[in-house]
């Protein structure tokens, strides 16, 4: 049996760079690169993860098949000028490798940006997906992310189609907000 772990990290070596940029480049030919539509050089991938590594409230998470990098997430949290969303952080590039697929490092993945926002005191957390993305919405939906909207035109393909794209969120701390008195959803 494989054996699958996920690890958030705050540096990578010289190999650990090279995996996880190869894994970004089978992934986004494989049609889930996070908004890349064709795999950038691997220079820019590197200057790319560098900067997520560098930026204040991202934190990159990766996740090894028998030990190697096979895929990645990233928690970001808002700005601190940001008091109005202080409590709500996003899920956001998430991929696994096709190699790896099938071991349940989405799912890890998932869980633990979602366990470190916990832990960080965050009550909900936020994701969008294309629509065309079937493997990652059901893992979505079955991990208790709410889809609340969906846009015509996310995302616009190499050939000039537009995709659809979903929205969800989820309850991390406390119970979902409720109506007001008016009826509406609090703002």
């Known amino acids: 049996m494989a054996e699958t772990a996920v690890a958030e990290i705050k540096a990578l070596s010289g190999r650990e760079m090279n995996e996880l940029c190869e894994a970004t480049d089978s992934a986004i030919e494989a049609g889930g690169g996070f908004g890349w539509l064709t795999p950038p050089s691997h220079h820019v991938l590197e200057s790319y993860y560098n900067g997520v590594l560098l930026v204040p409230g991202r934190s990159l998470f990766v996740g090894r098949l028998d030990g190697v990098i096979a895929g990645s997430a990233q928690l970001f949290r808002p700005t601190r000028n940001n008091e109005a969303q202080a409590a709500v952080c996003i899920l956001t590039s998430s991929f696994v490798s096709p190699w790896a697929r ?63 794209g979903r929205f969800y969120y989820k309850i991390l701390i406390g119970e979902t907000p409720g109506p007001t008195a008016s009826g509406d959803a609090p703002a």
Not at 103 to 116: I, S
């Open 102 to 164: 099938g071991h349940g490092l989405a799912r890890m993945l998932t869980e633990a940006v979602e366990e470190t926002a916990r832990e960080e005191g965050f009550g909900m957390i936020n994701l969008d997906v294309r629509e065309t993305q079937d493997v990652a919405i059901a893992l979505y939906e079955n991990l208790g992310y709410i889809h609340w909207g969906t846009h015509p035109l996310y995302a616009r393909l190499p050939d000039g189609s537009w995709v659809p």
